[in-house]
């Protein structure tokens, strides 16, 4: 059967990761219904977790429409250079999160694809990716690493919170209704195991640092020192 296309902006067609343009308008009001109310918990997880100092470059890989850009941003400093940079392929869903972001001094928006980012070696302290994986097939999990490591300081840490390995009859539930709604075969690769499989062919050490609903694990990612 062929798939209906959603209507893409210009740079969302560079991927074949599925991108949200036509979602843009609503997104804020189906977030937190599609994380069972469990949003803003994550996000404040991410953000303990990551332990900023205050003075630090962070990127936000398929940041949607920047909720968490935003909450990043308000944790670090805007006395120093530190900032958040959201990046993602729907032009739309970046529109909505500079209009949502105006006035915030320490936060920027970038159109761009995740398997080319468009930054130099080294340049963040920390990145971090809230259900993004779900929406790139594994060739494109194991590119987006590679970039992300790229991308990262010797040291830099990532935060990836993402559907994962169904551990009770709740979270197959859930994980596999979102499979058949969606017939996104990227969210069945993370049922299977596959973002892990991307993670252990990339070169992070990683370990999952909490699970949720029994189908979400929040992973932290470390790039090693001498990277
Ligand atoms: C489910 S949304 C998650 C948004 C946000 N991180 C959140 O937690 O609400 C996934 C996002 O990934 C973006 N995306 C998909 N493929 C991409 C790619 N190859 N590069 C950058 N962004 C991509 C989509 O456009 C969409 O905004």
Redesign the pocket.
Known sequence: MHKKQHPRSAV?RQ?E?????HAAPV?DLL?PIMTLGL?RRFHRMVIRQLALRGDEQVL?????TG??TRDIAAALSDKTNSCCTG????EK?IAAARKKAAGIRNIQFDA????RLPYADRTFDAAV????FH??HFE?KKKVLAETARVLKPGGRMMIVDVDIPTSLFGTLCARSGHWLFQQNEIAENIEGRLRDAMDKSSFSWRAVSHHSGYITVFELNKEESL
């Not at 990761?17 to 343009?21: A, E, K, N, Q």
């Not at 990046?87 to 729907?90: I, V």
């Not at 990716?129 to 993004?132: D, P, Q, R, Y």
């Open positions: 969302a991927t990761g599925i991108t949200l343009d997104y977030a949003e936000d890989i398929g940041c949607g909720t968490l990046l993602d392929a729907a869903m761009a694809i995740a398997e990716s809230t259900f993004f929406h790139i494109l």
